[in-house]
């Protein structure tokens, strides 16, 4: 009878499926497809049958590309409203375009763009007014959606601060709303991305009115004195003292229950938490808020105490799961970590079991790790683990030399803490899963693209107070900026921190010293440390250091700093760990089990040496259709593939012009079915591009 009805519940989506793909047009009007973040299209033109005759259908080359350094990216998501395209430029650039036809109608020319890489736009419409709502830097944008203008009636001449009410004692200037924000009603609801050192702004979510930009209502996730959760925090008063717990990674939303779901990041500084004793909610949390009010109506936690910069990485997926023949609206998260947590939308209750799993507890001294960790039942993780001697891969380079290595480091559990050893975070400190996020369709499906590359670092004791610092030394740099870009200055192996070598061949020393007051992309502000310190910085990088004193004093910082974020390669410039290193996964919600699990991307110098495809690092989400298809870019080798949905099997793959780093999206116009992907390059060492590409059939 079961299997019955599931027929039938099958064919009559098929149906509505059908009848939508037979409308002319179609949109994708929001993040990720729609407010549940489901990145999914119900068309059905470009199937499983059909898909290896896509061709070019039009690019649009939105300019800005980084051509010196291939620092640029493109991480948009672009939405597509009544034939018209959305999207953000190389350069951080909102624009309009013609869907049908790649021509352009409108593009901003805002010059303050101190941001983080844009992942799009949001739309709101009162059917009168048209708005695009656009993150840069500390600014939140309305501009009319038909000319890009400014509508001067919002905020202060079009636009908000967000860095208004999220400040605190001694935190710096970074902050910026780089992922599309969530629209319930007439009201904005908005993270952001703040630093994640010590002198992290505070990470509160905020609402405001569409129409005026006024303030609607604050959600603190470090509370105050008297809300729940205070207690979680020790000593007294985390937010005069603590930032962070931000929900960067955009939310999504459930209108018809009028519920928006909010992830959380950890509190700053992210590796050290002797000054924020306790569980530290409502960080790592799944938060479920009254979207009318913000007030709280159940959250989960998925990491206590957070200690591993394990940040929840992407928004929750709103679907629907069969469950014992009863269909269960739910509420997903996926965790760097590599875990699935599943929850029933409307009570927060959890959909599998989820078991408290004691982790090591020897830690740095004045560090009190949580001695328990939330680890799902089911879904199995669709990473491993832990990483040990047993999982060098069988080709890498001076195995004998890193086993070595490994032998002294800290290893082989999910939660291990950090100590002055060199300590082994596996996943790595950016996944798992990452901000692309996963895919759900209406059977309870899920589509996770993942990696799995080790990540290494150590806590290494710093002074609380520098009362002087010689300028033509570099104590000042490897204080502020070792940890990302190196002792050596070299950077970080794959580009994703760049090297500071010959920096004045590259920019101005006003141009370094602008950088380092507002911040750029990943790089926070440095706003908080005098101006005199920036000098002595810009003079050590620059070859232009003076014998001159610089007399400094810093305050309320953390007992430790961190050694960086070392992705562990060989010298041949491989992942050490066995493959796959990335991959792409389903996973059936409705039973917890998983479907299929394949690689996802390709060094092709390998696979000519006989050696499997092993998947490589990868950045951006899925595209999945009804038409049996599951679009991914994502991946250094600089192509978009499509698999299917059922099997995995890869039935299509096109050469990018660049590497696209982000979630295709899908719409129709005139009833012809198009895919669109952002080619921006410039992470993993791949050169940044600035088109973006739209396939459509062979006529």
Known sequence: MRRYAETVFLLFLTLIFSHCSNDKNADWPEYNGDGARSHYSQLVQIDTSNVSKLKIAWTYSSGGKDTLRN????????????????????????????????????????????????????????????????????????????????????????????????????????????????IFENLIITGTRVSESETALLGDIRAYDTRDGSLAWTFHTIPEEGEAGYESWVPANPRQRIGGANSWMGMAIDRERGVVYVPTGSAAFDFYGGNRKGDNLYANSLLALNASDGQLLWHYQVVRHDIWDRDLPAPPNLFTITRDGKQIDVVSVITKQGYTFIFDRGTGEPIFPIEDVAFPQEAAPGEYPSQTQPVPVKPAPFTKQSFTANDFNSFVADKDSLAEILAQANTGSAYTPITKKMTIIYPGTDGGGQWGGSATDPEGMMYIPAKEIPVYTSLVLR?????????????????????????????????????????????????????????????????????????????????????????????????????????????????????????????????????????????????????????????????????????????????????????????????????????????????????????????????????????????
Not at 76 to 90: H, L, R, T, W
Not at 523 to 552: C, W, Y
């Open 71 to 182: 620092l640029s990216q493109i991480q948009s998501n672009p939405i597509i409203i009544d034939g018209v395209i959305f999207g953000v430029s190389a350069d951080t650039e909102a624009f309009a375009l013609e869907a049908e036809s790649g021509k352009e109608l409108w593009k901003t020319a805002i010059k303050e763009k101190n941001g983080t890489t844009s992942r799009g736009v949001t739309y709101w419409s009162n059917k009168e007014d048209k708005r695009i709502f656009f993150g840069v830097g500390p600014w939140l944008y309305a501009l009319d959606a038909r000319t890009g203008k400014m509508i001067d009636t919002f905020g202060v001449n079009g636009r908000i601060d967000l860095k208004v009410g999220i400040d605190r004692p001694g935190a710096d200037n970074y902050v910026t709303s780089n992922t599309p924000n969530t």
């Open 463 to 699: 002074k609380n107070e520098i009362t002087q610092v010689l300028s033509n030394e570099n104590t000042l740099y490897n204080l502020y900026c070792s940890n990302c870009h190196g002792k050596d200055l070299n950077g970080s192996h794959d580009g994703s921190y760049p090297g500071l070598i010959n920096i004045k061949a590259r920019l101005t020393r006003d141009q370094l010293l602008a950088m380092m007051l507002n911040g750029k992309g990943m790089m926070p502000s440095f706003s908080h440390i005098s101006q005199p310190e920036r000098d002595a910085i810009a003079n050590f990088l620059l070859g232009t250091a003076t014998d001159e004193n610089v007399k400094t004093t810093q305050q309320n910082f953390s007992a430790y700093q961190h050694t960086g974020y070392n992705r562990w390669y060989d010298t041949n410039g491989y992942p050490v760990n066995t493959p796959p290193w990335g991959t792409l996964t389903a996973i059936d919600c409705n039973t917890g089990e998983r479907r299929w699990q394949v690689p996802l991307g390709e060094y092709k110098e390998l696979t000519a040496k006989g050696i499997p495809p092993t998947g490589t690092d990868n950045y951006g989400g899925p595209l999945v259709t009804a038409g049996g298809l599951i679009f991914m870019a994502g991946t250094p080798d600089e192509k978009i593939r499509a698999f299917k949905k059922s099997t995995g099997e890869m039935v299509w793959e096109y050469d990018l012009p660049a590497a696209g780093y982000a979630t295709p999206s899908s719409y129709s116009i005139n009833g012809k079915q198009y895919i669109v992907i952002a080619c921006g390059g410039g992470k993993l060492n791949s050169k940044s591009g600035d088109q973006y590409v739209v396939f459509t059939l062979e006529d």
